[in-house]
């Protein structure tokens, strides 16, 4: 199976654009969740997917949104960017697993996109 | 909020040492994960543990689930400088992921 792919992996965009990730989960996921990665904050969920609609969702700014298509790719958007949104942006994909009497969702992730903001 | 506190936060070893990774929490999870990411790229998932008290050897590590599935541990032997990285630890209740602060791993030759 292919793996989480993620497009751009890197960006540079300037202060006030907007940006828009790309995100094609592992084929049957139907989950798809967005992170947003920085050396000081490390690993902060964005929001989180199932079959097109928000299921979850993190303590981030409405400049920050995202969507999901019918075949479970996603997209996420950042308006009017700041400085300090850059960081490492991560899509991760998720299935729930049931090898026997337990089940549990396995996440993976995408390579992730860098975005600098100048 | 479910945190999940990692330690050490940096860790810095020399080849062929041994090391261990602690990751706790307050609360109990389902399953939990852990990863290694190398700089600019996306953390790889190495393992899911799922029961109380398991343990999972991959190589030359192995982790262990807590009894009460709220902590784990991930023990290195022999550490390798390929061992490098940032190591994470996730926990997963439903469909909903928690991960730890980190331990940055560095091997040194």
């Known amino acids: 199976k292919a793996g989480v792919t993620q497009t751009p992996r890197y960006l540079i965009k300037t202060r006030g654009q907007q940006v828009t990730l790309s995100c094609s989960p592992i084929?049957?996921?139907?989950?798809v969740s967005w992170y947003q990665q920085t050396p000081g904050q490390g690993l902060q969920f964005l929001f989180e997917?199932?079959?097109?609609?928000?299921?979850n969702k993190g303590n981030f700014p409405g400049r920050f949104s995202g969507r999901q298509f019918s075949n479970s790719r996603s997209e996420m958007n950042v308006s009017t960017l700041e400085l300090g949104d850059s960081a490492l942006y991560l899509c991760?994909?998720?299935?729930?697993?049931?090898?026997?009497?337990?089940?549990?969702?396995?996440?993976?992730f995408g390579p992730g996109t860098r975005l600098t903001v100048l | 909020t479910q945190l999940l506190e990692q330690s050490p936060q940096f860790l810095s070893i020399q080849e062929g040492e041994n090391l261990t990774v602690y990751c706790n929490s307050s609360?109990?999870?389902?399953?939990l994960q852990w990863y290694r990411q190398e700089p600019g790229e996306g953390p790889v998932l190495l393992v899911t543990?799922?029961?109380?008290?398991e343990v999972k050897k991959l190589k030359r590590l192995t982790f262990q689930f807590g009894d009460a599935r709220k902590d784990s541990s991930l023990h290195i032997t022999a550490a390798q400088p390929g061992d490098t990285g940032l190591y994470l630890c996730?926990?997963?209740?439903?469909?909903?992921?928690?991960f730890g602060t980190g331990t940055s791993l560095t091997v040194i030759p």
């Open positions: 609360s109990v999870f389902s399953s």
């Open positions: 991760a994909s998720s299935s729930l697993q049931s090898p026997g009497l337990v089940s549990f969702n396995e996440q993976f």
């Open positions: 997917y199932f079959s097109e609609t928000q299921r």
């Open positions: 543990v799922v029961t109380g008290g």
């Open positions: 084929s049957g996921h139907r989950s």
């Open positions: 996730a926990g997963n209740t439903g469909n909903q992921f928690y």
